[in-house]
């Protein structure tokens, strides 16, 4: 009887078929690469983000970021601007001028609070400047659910 219902059910459209292989449902987390050389600010970023939900990437260096960037899918990207091999605004603009990942949206972040800094940031395709002070409010984590969601 209670096949027969089920049955009755599925074929009047009042139930519907759930696959097993159906995996809509379930929502992967954001990915972030994280660029940064000093392991601090790398472990400090790492753990807000990751308390948000967001599944998070290091690089040491603007290089090994971008090797990792161009290897590995990323929804965004939080860059330092001073570092070793290649500096952050190298990497931002190696990023966006880049037809498949030109897409990806980028944070810069870095100590520098002058006007001219910030400029050169987004003139190089940043889509937020931050400075480092901003862990100590929400601006980071804003910044960050405004380009990706939560």
């Known amino acids: 009887d209670l096949v027969r219902s089920i ?71 939080i860059s330092d601007i001073d570092m070793p091999r290649m500096n952050g605004i190298e990497l931002v603009s190696h990023i966006k001028s880049h037809a498949k990942l030109k897409s990806i949206p980028v944070i810069i972040i870095s100590y520098k609070d002058r006007e001219q800094d910030r400029i050169q940031g987004l003139e190089a395709g940043a889509d937020y400047y931050l400075t480092k002070s901003s862990f100590h409010d929400d601006s980071l984590l804003n910044a960050v659910i405004d380009l990706i969601g939560e």
């Open 7 to 77: 049955d009755n059910l599925l074929n009047s459209r009042q139930l519907s078929a759930v696959s097993g292989d159906d995996d809509t449902d379930i929502q992967q987390p954001k990915r972030i690469l994280v660029v940064d050389d000093s392991i601090t600010v790398r472990q400090m970023e790492r753990k807000l983000l990751e308390n948000q939900g967001y599944e998070v990437e290091v690089a040491v260096n603007g290089m090994d970021g971008w090797n990792a960037v161009r290897t590995n899918p990323y929804d965004l990207v």
